[in-house]
Each structure stands twice: as C-alpha cells, then as structure tokens.
C-alpha cells in the first residue's frame, strides 16, 4: 500500500462523517447529502459507487467540481422552506 494523499484521507474522513460538504447533514458512509447526490448527473452519481481503490477519488473530484461549477439552480423548490409564510410582496 502507498501513502494515502492528503486527498483521499479528508475524503475518507468526510464519508464517515454526517456533515455534506454543503453544511447539510448526510447520512454516514455516503458521500454528500441527498440534495448534492441528486444534483449530479447520472454518470458522476455511478462512479461515486467505485471503491476507493478503483477511482473513488477522482470521482470524488469530479463530483465535486460538478456541483461548484455547474451548481444547476440549487435554489428552487425546497430552498423555500426556509422563508416565513405569508412572505410575499406585501410592500407593494
Ligand atoms: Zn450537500
């Protein structure tokens, strides 16, 4: 075995975690929260199921590099959960 890369430990390490790399809680032993999963395209969201040995980690990367370039607009449906009801153009 070589020396893991600093890389590959962070990862590692944030898959035993329960925090997504966006803040949210995530379920432990996957990569991201469901919400980052599921921004990724098919392809990415397959290779995230490759062993560490067997490419995990550039398709960690890859993912990774998806959703902060790409971030295909995170702020749709459920980002309004957050707002009060009732929160709407009452200013006029
Ligand atoms: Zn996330």
Redesign the pocket.
């Known amino acids: 075995m070589g020396s893991l890369s600093e890389d590959t430990v962070r990862i590692v390490h944030e898959l035993g975690g329960l925090q ?5 809680l ?1 379920e432990k032993g996957l990569t ?6 599921f921004l990724l395209p098919r392809p990415l969201q397959k290779a995230l199921c490759k062993l560490l040995a067997d490419g995990y980690v550039e398709a960690y990367a890859a993912a990774v590099k998806y ?1 902060d370039e790409e971030r295909p607009t995170m702020e749709c449906d459920d980002e309004r959960d957050d707002r009060q009801p009732g929160d709407e153009d009452t200013r006029g």
């Open positions: 997504c790399r966006c803040g949210r995530k991201f929260c469901r919400r980052c999963y959703i």
